[in-house]
């Protein structure tokens, strides 16, 4: 029930994800990898990536295609929603209370009419190679 936000330059696709293949030894939240119009792109499951609990077996999925570093990757979330403008200015600086976890991957909160949406900042999404190469 949170709503979770990425700057539109950064979209490049949003797509329904077909035939993932597992990746052995992949950290938990690589979900695998997919063949999408010819380019292999890593999945990332975004719910294990933000320690929600993971989806059940019969809900929908949805991935967003984003680029990093010259990679190719496929954000696993649950549904997509509108594009919306939002100013710059409205973005405020994540509440001392946030989830550490949130905190790691979020650029900010905006207010929206009756909710808050966590901006969340690609690079440190995806931040979660590091320890894998480095081993």
Same mark, same amino acid.
């Given at each position: 029930?949170?709503?979770?936000?990425?700057?539109?330059?950064?979209?490049? $696709?949003?797509?329904?994800?077909?035939?993932?293949t597992r990746v052995p030894l992949a950290p938990p939240e690589v979900a695998?990898? &997919?063949?999408?119009?010819?380019?292999?792109?890593?999945?990332?499951?975004?719910?294990?990536? &933000?320690? %929600?609990?993971?989806?059940?077996?019969? !809900? !929908?999925t949805m991935a967003v295609g984003v680029d990093c570093g010259g990679e190719s990757y496929a %954000? &696993?979330?649950?549904?997509?929603? $509108?594009?919306?403008k939002l100013p710059d200015e409205a973005l405020e600086a994540n509440p001392?209370? %946030?989830d550490r976890r949130l905190a790691a991957v979020c650029a900010g909160i905006h207010q929206l009419e009756g909710q808050l949406l966590v901006?969340?900042?690609?690079?440190?999404v995806l931040g979660i190679?590091? $320890?894998?190469?480095?081993?």
């Amino acid at each position: 029930d949170q709503l979770f936000g990425l700057p539109i330059a950064r979209v490049r $696709d949003v797509f329904v994800p077909d035939r993932l293949t597992r990746v052995p030894l992949a950290p938990p939240e690589v979900a695998g990898v &997919l063949n999408l119009r010819g380019r292999i792109v890593t999945a990332i499951d975004m719910r294990n990536r &933000l320690g %929600l609990p993971a989806r059940t077996a019969t !809900e !929908e999925t949805m991935a967003v295609g984003v680029d990093c570093g010259g990679e190719s990757y496929a %954000l &696993l979330v649950d549904s997509v929603g $509108d594009v919306v403008k939002l100013p710059d200015e409205a973005l405020e600086a994540n509440p001392v209370n %946030l989830d550490r976890r949130l905190a790691a991957v979020c650029a900010g909160i905006h207010q929206l009419e009756g909710q808050l949406l966590v901006s969340l900042d690609v690079d440190r999404v995806l931040g979660i190679g590091a $320890d894998a190469a480095a081993a």
